[in-house]
């Protein structure tokens, strides 16, 4: 049997767009309409198979709030792919998305770290970003795109599967990941959860 990989996956955007609630839904299968917002950071872990492999994102869930980027701004380094997310029926936080995006430039250290965009609420009516904007701007800057809802389900489960299957096909990020599991194998004597934990942790 192939051995599980790890990858370190990031969802960033505004506060309020609903990235606990996509991360709930795809851990928990869960929905909470009063949910409050993420302070700082919150981390996840769940394993998925893609393509015949076995593999476990650790998922890190960002607050949107301004005060907290600072802090956030250390989380990108590492990440093999990010969500960047937004509210389709508030095309504010659509327009911040090239803010998200000069982030990502600036504190990631991966220049072919995997982006998809995911416009999330598509189960409300009082849309004010069409699909074809989001899958217009996606295809400008070199992402993938998805519309979801996270009280519906819709589109969740293959948002992060299809994020993965990009993570594989990407050969360099996979190379990585195999050069780092062996790096942490050789240079630390602690037990295999403690090892696990140094590497999504990075």
């Not at 949910?35 to 996840?44: A, D, R, S």
């Not at 869930?61 to 969500?83: M, P």
């Not at 489960?157 to 360099?172: C, D, G, N, V, Y």
């Amino acid at each position: 049997m192939e051995e599980e990989k790890n990858y370190k996956v990031l969802l960033i955007g505004d506060s309020d767009v609903g990235k606990t609630s996509i991360v709930k839904r795809f851990l928990d299968d869960t929905f909470d309409e009063d949910l409050l917002c993420t302070i700082g950071v919150e981390f996840k872990m769940k394993a998925v198979e893609v393509d015949g492999k076995s593999v476990t994102l650790c998922i890190w869930d960002t607050a949107g709030q301004e005060k907290f980027r600072a802090l956030i701004s250390s989380y990108y380094r590492g990440a093999h792919g990010i969500i960047l997310t937004y509210d389709v029926t508030k095309r504010e936080t659509f327009k911040n998305l090239q803010y998200w995006l000069n982030e990502i430039e600036t504190f990631s250290n991966r220049a072919n770290v995997v982006k998809l965009l995911v416009g999330n609420k598509i189960d409300k009516e009082n849309r004010e970003v069409t699909r074809e904007e989001g899958l217009e701007f996606a295809k400008s800057k070199a992402m993938f795109f998805i519309e979801c809802s996270a009280k519906t389900k819709i589109g969740i489960q293959q948002a992060f599967e299809e994020l993965a299957h990009k993570i594989i096909e990407t050969p360099s990020l996979s190379e990585d990941n195999e050069n780092k599991k062996k790096k942490i194998k050789a240079t630390v004597s602690a037990d295999e959860s403690n090892q696990q934990g140094g590497y999504c942790g990075c």
